[in-house]
């Protein structure tokens, strides 16, 4: 193993199950406000959502202390986007609700359960490049939480120091660095979580991908939004799923990997018993809240593609704070939206939270120094080397994607076979949709 053992998997997992159950007890609502000042707010269960919202909540309270901010915790995954939309459909959700931006938020038929927030003046201080991921047609109904997210690769410095190893710019370069890893003995190459509620953890390969695909395809985003190039017939589209497929047929997967969760994959990689964890940047919060000197044990590159010169990440936007239809006083949930869209707001956030990259709120400023992994992370967007997740540029994605990737990582389906099953995947979704050309 590699690195300090400063939080073994049990102690990680404890952690996180300390601070959920916390918030659960300061925060258990079941509808929108009740008229006794009480904000209700249902977020998913990670770490990273759960620190963020208690600083915003615990923000506003110190300055409205005659209003009581009460969180509400809902499963992760396609368990949790399946209770996101039974409540809006049934017009059970609280006053307001932390979901994804993008092409999931499509999904949830905003136009008829959401409040279009586009007129609102603390929504001028919002950046473009957010509102068009919270937008449909001339609305925008969602209001920024967290930063700017990186998807790639968290390494551990501890085993690329010890064994010499470069950052890796090819996929080539990626995968002789995990036979080297392997060779050395001791360390999983490539951690992989497939345990209870995080299959999500699975489309990395996949999703983080986009800036290859882009890179080789230009129109890619359009054509797929069209159904005129899908991912079995574009081979830099499919090669998200190889990869996976290369990864775990090399032995190069943690033996856990099907019952190993994304806490314990986190606390795996600081401990140094895996060395790279295929991830979203945001999970530097989750290893932050349990460990804060964890952090400098790691490092962060974008997923490799075929060309050196060219490597660049894929971003993720942050999720985001929807006000849905239901609610009954709009004019509280939209005071709170006001203050998280100001720099209270991320100042807020600041205290709390580890800043893992920008803000998307104009005048929001990001601290001088940072951890390893967030410099690294910063340095793709200083040189433009950035290009957008797939779920920002195409409202088209498939619900059963994470269980597809886990097949593949895990032996069961090849890459061929997902691909062509995921564009049937999509098929079903973009027609619910009624987009054009499906």
């Known amino acids: 193993m590699f690195s300090k053992p400063s939080t073994p998997r049990r102690a990680a997992a404890t952690a996180t199950a300390v601070l959920t159950a ?3 007890l300061t925060g258990c609502s079941t509808g929108g406000d009740d008229g006794d000042g009480t904000l209700n707010i249902l977020m998913d269960n990670s770490e990273a959502t759960g620190r963020l919202m208690q600083a915003l909540a615990d923000a506003y309270m110190e300055a409205n202390p005659d209003v009581k901010v009460e969180l509400e ?4 995954g ?10 809006l459909q049934t017009g059970d959700m609280p006053d307001l609700f932390f979901y994804n931006s993008g092409s999931l938020l499509q999904a949830l038929a905003p136009g008829q359960t959401l409040v279009d927030l586009a007129g609102e003046p603390y929504m001028d201080v919002v950046t473009d490049t957010f509102k068009e991921g919270v937008s449909a047609g001339d609305a925008v ?3 920024p939480v967290g930063h700017a997210i990186g998807g790639g690769v968290l390494y551990n410095l501890a085993a690329y120091e010890e064994l010499g190893l470069e950052v890796p710019t090819t996929w080539d370069a990626f995968m002789a660095n995990n036979r080297a890893i392997l060779d050395a003995g001791g360390a999983a190459p490539v951690i992989q979580t497939y345990g209870t509620e995080s299959a999500w953890t699975s489309q990395l390969f996949v999703l983080a991908d986009n800036y290859n695909v882009l890179a080789a395809e230009p129109d890619w985003a359009e054509e797929f939004t069209a159904n005129e190039a899908h991912f079995a017939d574009t081979p830099a589209a499919a090669a998200g799923f190889e990869h996976l497929q290369e990864v775990g047929e090399a032995g190069f997967l943690n033996e856990d990997f099907a019952s190993l969760t994304y806490n314990e994959g986190l606390a795996a990689l600081v401990a140094g018993e895996g060395v790279h964890y295929p991830m979203l940047t945001n999970a530097l919060t989750e290893i932050e809240a349990t460990d804060p000197e964890a952090v400098d044990d790691l490092g962060f590159f974008a997923l490799p593609g075929t060309d050196a010169a060219n490597h660049g990440m894929t ?10 239809q239901s609610t009954e006083d709009q004019d509280s949930a939209k005071d709170f939206l006001a203050f998280v869209a100001s720099t209270e707001g991320c100042d807020a956030q600041t205290a709390d939270v580890s800043v893992i990259g920008p803000y998307f709120i104009e005048g929001c400023a990001v601290p001088e120094d940072v951890p390893p992994a967030v410099a690294q992370l910063q340095s793709y967007f200083d040189a433009g ?3 957008p997740a797939l779920e ?3 409202p088209v994605k498939g619900p059963a994607l994470e269980q597809i990737t886990v097949e593949v990582g895990s032996g069961i389906r090849t890459a061929d076979d997902a691909a062509s099953l995921y564009d049937e995947d999509v098929k079903k979704q973009a027609q619910q949709l009624g987009l054009e050309g499906w």
């Not at 396609?78 to 409540?87: A, Q």
């Not at 971003?315 to 849905?324: D, K, N, S």
């Open 22 to 24: 916390g918030l659960a």
């Open 73 to 76: 915790i809902r499963p992760g």
């Open 78 to 87: 396609s368990e949790g986007d399946n209770i996101v939309k039974t409540r």
């Open 141 to 143: 109904y969602g209001v």
């Open 315 to 324: 971003t993720w936007l942050p999720g985001a704070l929807y006000l849905p």
């Open 385 to 387: 080397l950035t290009a």
């Open 392 to 394: 920002f540029l195409s």
